[in-house]
């Protein structure tokens, strides 16, 4: 493979609350040739009767905002750094890579794999 490797959502998400009703819709626009939506996403979340009650903005790479109705800023988030030699693990997370440092007491209730 040449060139730079990257990833680009596009579309849209839905997910519910099957307790609350609560829905979160977030739309990530399709990528433009002078790149001002690149990496944009927004959206809402609307309570069981539909009213919105927060709205979201941000960029998936770097941040992302949810406002209330009255437009006071309630959850500002920052993606995190890169773990060093981010490159070498398929460029995840440190979440996900510690998935497989189990340690000798996880290993006493686990079963045994063919590894």
């Known amino acids: 493979m040449f060139g730079t490797k990257y990833l680009y959502f596009n579309g849209s998400l839905k997910v519910k609350n099957h307790t609350t009703g609560d829905v979160l819709k977030i ?4 990528m433009g040739w002078q790149g001002k939506k690149d990496f944009k996403a927004y ?16 960029k998936w790479n770097e941040y992302g905002s949810f406002i209330d109705t009255e437009g006071n800023l309630k959850i500002n988030e920052k993606v995190n750094e890169n773990m060093k ?3 070498k693990y398929y460029y995840f997370c440190e ?21």
């Open 85 to 87: 030699d981010f490159e």
């Open 27 to 30: 739309k990530y626009p399709g």
């Open 95 to 115: 979440e996900t890579v510690d998935l497989n440092n189990l340690t000798p007491k996880m290993l006493e209730y686990l079963p045994p794999t063919d590894s």
């Open 43 to 58: 959206g809402y979340i609307k309570n069981n009767k539909g009213e919105k009650k927060l709205t979201f903005e941000g």
